[in-house]
């Protein structure tokens, strides 16, 4: 027993345990010591925390009723397609706390070294809505280890975006 401890010793395993000198990876990793990521078949989304946005429009408000601020909802989209466009708002937003949208089903990303953009709306009743921000990112870094969540910026927009990997 005090050799397989021995081989162990000297193994280093990164993402994986050691048996007897072998490393047994963790999911998401492979490589005789566990030290490369495996690529997963998609990406889900499965929460939407916009943490901070525009407190205006260029120089006016975003709403003249029902409060001056917006009324936000994100997009989510990759290329020419839309792959989640929520349905609820938060009315009269405040630019610098955070709302939480939680996609159900959860977005399924398969393109997941593609640029994607995540969008901000403020929802209007007799108009169009209006464009709050956008912010371009690639779901998925083959050496970033996985996070569960990832804080995207761009100016004042401020998006946390959970992730779920299916391998
Ligand atoms: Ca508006
Ligand atoms: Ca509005």
Not at 18 to 25: F, I, P, V
Not at 43 to 67: H, N, Q, R, S, Y
């Amino acid at each position: 027993m005090s050799c397989t401890e021995d081989v162990c010793s000297t193994t280093d395993c990164n993402n994986g345990t050691c048996d007897n000198g072998t490393c047994y990876c963790f999911e998401g990793y492979e490589g005789s010591s566990c030290n490369i990521q495996v690529k997963p078949k998609s990406i889900l989304i499965t929460k939407i925390e916009v943490l901070g946005f525009p407190a205006t429009d260029g120089t006016v408000t975003w709403d003249l009723f029902g409060g001056s601020n917006a009324d936000i909802y994100p997009k989510l989209i990759q290329g020419s397609n839309t792959l989640y466009n929520s349905s609820s708002y938060y009315t009269d937003a405040s630019p610098t706390s955070a709302y939480a949208f939680n996609p159900n089903p959860s977005i399924e990303l398969n393109a997941i070294t593609s640029s994607h953009r995540i969008q901000v709306y403020d929802h209007d009743d007799f108009d169009a809505d209006d464009f709050v921000g956008e912010i371009a990112f690639v779901p998925y870094n083959d050496s970033n280890g996985f996070p569960a969540n990832e804080i995207l910026s761009n100016g004042d927009l401020k998006v946390r975006l959970s992730y779920q990997y299916i391998w």
